[in-house]
């Protein structure tokens, strides 16, 4: 998953930023608006980060996202290559 469909998908993502960095409140999700470089620097505050670690936090998530949408579900009207 991309940071844009991230964005598209906010309101039910933001259940899981919240799970995986629990430091970061509801008014801090609510600020964020679905931005990764305000995600970033907002895990920087809260955890006593370095940018580097966020980024390479915030991408593993993404990441992990794209994963768990992918793994044994297909998009309607989509056919798997063989």
């Known amino acids: 998953m991309n940071w844009s469909q991230i964005e598209g998908e906010w309101k039910q993502v933001k259940a899981q930023v919240k799970s995986k960095w629990a430091k970061l409140n ?32 915030v991408d593993a998530f993404t990441s992990s996202l794209g994963a768990d949408r992918t793994s044994g579900h297909s998009s309607p009207g989509r056919k798997n290559p063989k």
């Open 26 to 57: 509801d008014d801090d999700l609510q600020n964020l608006s679905a931005k990764k470089d305000d995600l970033v620097g907002k895990l920087q505050e809260r955890y006593g980060i370095l940018k580097d670690e966020a980024e390479r936090q």
